[in-house]
């Protein structure tokens, strides 16, 4: 009788032994798969935040432009930057034109030919 008790505790105890090892592989398997989503999601995340950082680069470019005439706080000549939205209104009003030359005035230019 007590050699019936202790092969039935032997197989309990190896049935639980067994069911705690399948528990423990699977809890590892588990977190395994977490932990790869996680870095899939934050490779995402960073892929995500890059584009916009280039998206919003490639938009905030400065285009130069030179004021041919006085406009807010800047003088005929005067050189600046601006975003290309901003740079093509001033150009459009004729406030400014893209570059760092001034046209020549009318004086300066060539007289046209009288025929």
Same mark, same amino acid.
């Given at each position: 009788?007590? !050699?019936?008790?202790?092969?039935?505790?032997?197989?309990?105890?190896?049935?639980?032994?067994?069911?705690?090892? *399948?528990?423990?592989?699977?809890?590892?398997?588990?977190?395994?798969?977490?932990?790869?989503?996680?870095?899939?999601?934050?490779?995402?995340?960073?892929?995500?935040?890059?584009?916009?950082?280039?998206?919003?680069?490639?938009?905030?470019?400065?285009?130069?432009?030179?004021?041919?005439? &006085?406009?807010?706080?800047?003088?005929?000549?005067?050189?600046?930057?601006?975003?290309? *939205?901003?740079?093509?209104?001033?150009?459009?009003?004729?406030?400014?034109?893209? !570059?760092?030359?001034? &046209?020549?005035?009318?004086?300066?230019?060539?007289?046209?030919?009288?025929?």
């Amino acid at each position: 009788m007590a !050699g019936q008790k202790n092969d039935q505790l032997t197989a309990e105890q190896k049935a639980a032994q067994e069911a705690e090892e *399948k528990a423990k592989q699977e809890a590892e398997e588990k977190a395994r798969l977490e932990a790869e989503e996680k870095a899939k999601q934050e490779a995402e995340e960073k892929a995500r935040l890059e584009a916009e950082k280039n998206a919003k680069a490639k938009s905030s470019e400065s285009v130069v432009v030179t004021f041919v005439k &006085p406009y807010s706080r800047y003088s005929r000549g005067d050189i600046a930057g601006f975003e290309a *939205k901003e740079a093509e209104r001033l150009v459009k009003g004729r406030v400014a034109v893209k !570059g760092t030359k001034l &046209p020549a005035k009318k004086a300066e230019q060539d007289p046209e030919p009288k025929a």
